[in-house]
């Protein structure tokens, strides 16, 4: 069965298609590029899959579950994790503090619990520490853990973003944009962490990227989006090297 | 049903008198996307200044006019000059800040009221003399007709000034989108100051109705008149005109009605069901009536 | 992160300084006036320590603070006032769980029902509400209407300073006793969920918190303490009347969160203090009591929008928390 599979899915505004007829299938373990031009409804398809926007027509089904309806939340327990183009980390809080609410939902301790710290308290919040510092770990972050999320440089809020949203344990991790505002080097950095990231955690990949270098050199299919519609799917060097994909990035 | 009737019609007067404040809170809120908390305490002040002017020049029809002329534009200039100290240095603070800051202002207003005319209620002296006409056996208040025309009057004219002008253009391009009408040329702080100058104009003007309806003011008239104001106005939709007036006319109307019809053992309470009528309001209608819904992007 | 033992430190602390107090009130170096200050300051930490938890760990700006207070005035003093076939000191722990639940409930209501709104609308709402309860609180049978209720039996009885050391003390140890649990709170995955919430709350529903069970609880939780607070007041004051309520009492405490910094426990608890003694030290300056608070609000959002100011902040800030980690090294 497909990790994600979607179904026609589609979403309008007021009568605008922002998304028509999308259909998409992406195997477990796979690394899966969207792209397309600006204003394609590259991230609308995420906030499609992840439930900000509910979908107006078809539906979408993680390992043959139908997610469609379902809220952020929801779709977030049901195993769906996802980075923000504009990235929205928790600013005012520690680093160590940002991953620690992705692992919300890892520890069980009631309130309760938390407010007479009671045994079950301290040694659910050790075990979170210390999965917490794991995951810093993997992104070269565990030195700044202490710091505010927002002082740290650009690039290192995007890993810190990522390292977030795997905190909530995943099957599907969707990264938005997640090589924008890198220099060349801090994207090869970040092709080696996410192709880390997809073999050390057996996760499943959806990302949205324009940075055609990461594309081609990690992604393994692709889907090309134009004005909401699907253009082109395959191959990830076959797709890029479609005159029409080309033609929809240059013009005519 | 006579008293039914009469009560309705007090109801749409006092609607119109909330509409009119609603729609200083919905201008200001649509252009400097804020809360304006101290909206309702310039109507205060504007009452005070009224309270002392006709003090000390009578109410012949000569004074009254320059007294409520120096009213209103004491409250337009305080409404700039709020903006201007206040609200200003804050446009890129968070909206909490901004809130916080105009609770501020609205604390301070009261509490200079309280210390220069202290907390007892005032009475203002009695300046439309005007008496009552029966319709059909309903006795109907001539004020109640006067607050009603005028406000629509001002609405028309607040209508063609917005969609008219090129003023009016330059603030709907404002509350549309701030840097695009920077980049077309337009003054972003001369607009928002215009707005305020406005807003607080149109609370001298409901200022002046007021207190020839209700002629009492103590430090918090205002603060209470202008919560319930604004609940109008986002009832009725933000940034609308006829929005305002449906949602004032409203809260008018069933305050006048809980008035009139609330059994006796409640009536001790009929401040505290107002306000529930306006938490529901909030509730129920969040985006508005006549309003748009903004969805933050992600 | 630090053990629970070091958590517990602060507790040894506050026991410390509840001894020194006790010895200036004993000896009378600290004058009467001022011990009958101490009550008030301890129910005005409760209530600025568990608005803080709304206004600056949650980021919700609450205006009706003062109708949980009222809640637990009532009902804490309603039960001390009428169930008198309890024995006393049964009776003020009742009306304490009393007042604590019946304050958790309706502060839980009031934000289920208006879980949809928002920044201004809330604040809108919340004043509204605390305008609400303080009027409906006449119309309830046993309330005793506009006149108040009077003649509640008070913890303060004997001479001077028996009756202000009793008074002070179990007002102290409720103080300490509520500090101590909302900090835990905040320190436990719920406080990071809550701060999540503030810091960005479409990201926070992206990792799986629930952010309108969240806001639920939390306002739920502040509305527990402020109800406790409440029992303080009419078990120190032996009467409540709904004008002890108004606007004007959410508006004070929350000057003394915003003085203190929001999201900052320690700023509240200091600035409460400044704030409820200054107008006995300047006496001249009380009347001018409300003007400042309404100058220091808006003085302190000018400075927070300074960026030399907050560039200043932060650096103190960072410099502090070295220094309590230098004091805590070894851990972690």
Not at chain 1, 210 to 235: R, Y
Not at chain 2, 79 to 108: D, H, N
Not at chain 3, 45 to 71: K, P, Q, R, T, W
Not at chain 3, 225 to 233: M, P
């Amino acid at each position: 069965m497909a990790m994600l599979e979607t179904k026609n899915l589609g979403i309008s505004f007021g009568g605008l298609r922002a998304v028509d007829e999308f259909n998409l299938t992406v195997e477990r373990g796979q690394l899966y590029g969207l792209i397309g031009p600006n204003g394609a409804g590259k991230t609308t398809v995420f906030n499609l899959l992840t439930g900000v926007y509910a979908p107006t027509t078809g539906g979408f089904f993680l390992e043959g579950k139908s997610l469609a309806g379902k809220t952020p939340l929801e779709i977030n327990r049901c195993g769906i994790a996802r980075t923000f183009q504009n990235i929205r980390l928790f600013k005012e809080m520690s680093v160590i503090d940002n991953v620690k609410v992705g692992l919300h939902n890892a520890a069980n301790y009631s309130i309760f619990d938390g407010l007479f710290m009671l045994p079950r308290y301290a040694r659910e919040e050790k075990e979170l520490q210390t999965r917490a510092r794991e995951l810093l770990d993997v992104f070269g972050l565990d030195g700044e853990r202490d710091y505010l999320a927002s002082n740290l440089p650009y690039g290192k809020q995007r890993k810190l973003e990522i390292a977030r949203a795997l905190a909530t344990s995943p099957k599907l991790l969707l990264l938005d944009e997640p090589a924008a505002g890198m220099n060349p080097q801090e994207t090869a950095e970040l092709m080696e962490t996410i192709c880390f990231v997809r073999d050390h955690f057996d996760m499943t990949i959806l990302l949205i990227e324009h940075d055609m270098k990461l594309v081609s050199g990690i992604c393994e299919q692709v889907t090309v989006l134009n004005f909401g519609t699907t253009l082109a799917q395959g191959q990830t060097a076959e797709v890029l090297a479609d005159p029409r994909v080309v033609r929809a990035y240059l013009g005519e | 049903m006579q008293t039914f009737i009469s009560t309705l019609i007090d109801g749409l007067s006092l609607g119109s008198l909330y509409a009119l404040v609603a729609l200083g809170y919905s201008m200001v809120y649509g252009i400097a996307k804020m809360l304006n908390f101290a909206h309702g305490d310039v109507i205060m002040v504007g009452i005070y200044v009224l309270f002392v002017a006709l003090g000390a020049m009578g109410t012949s029809p000569l004074m009254l006019t320059i007294a409520a002329l120096i009213m209103i534009v004491f409250c337009a200039l305080l409404g700039f000059t709020i903006e201007k100290l206040a609200y200003k240095p804050l446009r890129a603070a968070s909206p909490l800040s901004v809130l916080i800051t105009a609770i501020g202002v609205s604390y301070l207003l009261q509490n200079l009221a309280l210390l220069i005319f202290g907390s007892r209620q005032q009475k203002v002296p009695t300046y439309f003399h005007l008496g009552s006409i029966y319709i059909g056996g309903v006795q109907i208040e001539l004020l109640s007709l006067l607050i009603l025309a005028v406000t629509i009057v001002v609405m028309i004219l607040l209508s063609i000034f917005i969609n008219k002008t090129k003023l009016g253009s330059a603030m709907l391009a404002v509350s549309e989108d701030k840097g695009a009408a920077q980049l077309m040329g337009i003054n972003v702080n001369a607009t928002i100051s215009l707005t305020f100058v406005i807003g607080s104009a149109l609370a001298g003007v409901g200022a002046l109705l007021y207190a020839a309806k209700m002629p009492w003011v103590g430090p918090y008239t205002g603060s209470v008149f202008g919560i319930k104001a604004f609940a109008a106005a986002v009832f009725g939709g933000i940034g609308s005109i006829p929005g305002a007036m449906i949602g004032g006319v409203l809260i008018g109307i069933i305050e006048a009605m809980m008035n009139v019809f609330l059994p006796d053992v409640l009536s001790n309470a009929s401040d505290g069901f107002a306000y529930l009528v306006l938490i529901i309001m909030l509730v129920i209608k969040p985006t508005g009536l006549l309003g748009r819904k903004h969805v933050e992007k992600v | 992160m630090k053990t629970r033992l070091q958590r517990l430190l602060p507790l040894a602390g506050a026991a410390l300084l509840y001894g020194v107090i006790l010895l200036l009130m004993a000896t009378k170096v600290l004058p009467r006036s001022y011990q009958q200050m101490l009550p008030t300051i301890c129910t005005y930490i409760i209530m600025a320590v568990s608005l803080n938890l709304v206004v600056g760990f949650l980021g919700d700006l609450s205006l009706g603070h003062a109708a949980f207070y009222a809640v637990g005035a009532y009902v804490g003093g309603m039960i001390l006032r009428y169930l008198t076939a309890i024995p006393f000191g049964v009776r003020v722990i009742v009306a304490i769980a009393a007042a604590a639940a019946v304050a958790f409930v309706i502060g839980g209501a009031f934000l289920y029902f208006v879980r949809k709104l928002h920044g201004d609308y809330l604040a809108i709402v919340t004043l509204a509400f605390g305008e609400f309860v303080r009027s409906i609180v006449k119309i309830i049978p046993g309330t005793g209407g506009s006149a108040g209720l009077t003649d509640i039996p008070t913890i303060a009885a004997g001479a001077f300073p028996i009756k202000y050391i009793k008074a002070f003390s179990w007002s102290y140890v409720i103080m300490v006793i509520s500090i101590f649990l909302i900090v835990n709170l905040i320190r436990s995955r719920h406080g990071r969920a809550i701060m999540a919430v503030r810091d960005n709350s479409i990201a926070a529903a992206s990792v799986g918190i629930n952010v309108s069970r969240c806001r639920i609880v939390t306002f739920a939780i502040a509305a527990l303490f402020a109800g406790i607070a409440g029992v303080l007041y009419a078990a120190n004051t032996a009467a409540v009347n709904p004008a002890d309520f108004d606007y004007n009492v959410s508006i004070e405490v929350l000057v003394m969160v915003v003085l203190g910094g929001m999201g900052n426990i320690g700023g509240s608890i200091i600035a409460t203090i400044i704030l409820v003694a200054l107008p006995k030290v300047l006496l001249d300056a009380a009347q001018y009591r409300l003007l400042i608070y309404a100058i220091a609000l808006i003085a302190m959002m000018m400075l927070n929008a300074n960026p030399r100011f907050t560039a200043f902040k932060r650096r103190v800030s960072e410099k502090t928390s070295k220094f309590v980690k230098s004091l805590g090294r070894g851990r972690d």
